[in-house]
């Protein structure tokens, strides 16, 4: 009979725990400013002044693609009215920044409406350097020698003819899928802590490294949970 009181009193005990947790949280997300409204940004810039892109955001996600209707990169965003967005150009560099003002910036209630996306023209960037805290990362073509991408929260997806001459990927939560034809000379270190790697034809859990010519194609990739797939 004791017994049966202590488990009924600890069932009761978890009951309210998690229904504390509950209520907490819609609480949180209801307090999230329901009524803001979202801005844009457009803006077209010469790839004569561009040599580096670096993008820092909070909760968009991000979307690289080829301009193919002209020479020019053009940059687009939708963002909440409350948190901070800026594009500045310095020393050939543009610098995207998006920050979130909210206690909740880790939560986007407008999911994809949000995002920042860039149409580059090929062999036009040397470096693109992406640092995500909340979103996910697509590129749609190689148009860079140096990729440097670090998410914390969200999956990377990297389509493209070739591989960068260096790339370096991580993430902390989220698949990282890379779909570019083998290069013909090349190194590949990935590393998933919690998660399955898959290499073309070669699939192992945990390290895989595999070098192939006089290493012209560096690729590092490092998941702390989350797969990764290069096919």
Known sequence: MKNILMLILLILL???????AFFYFKSKK???????HLKTYNKTFSKKEIKNLVINSDVLNILIEENINNQNIEVSAQYNSINQFSVNLENNTLNINQFSVSENKNL???????FIKLSLPKHTINKLQIKSAVGNINI???LFNDLNLKSAVGNIKFT??????ITHIITDVGNVKINIPKPDSYIIKAHASVGSIKVYDNSKMGNFTETFGNENKKIFI????GSIKVY
């Open 14 to 20: 978890i009951m309210t725990t998690l229904g504390g």
């Open 30 to 36: 209801l307090s999230y400013p329901q009524n803001e």
């Open 108 to 114: 986007n209630f407008n999911g994809t409406k949000e």
């Open 140 to 142: 749609k073509e190689t």
């Open 160 to 165: 493209g003819n070739e591989f960068p001459n």
């Open 222 to 225: 490092d998941s702390n949970v």
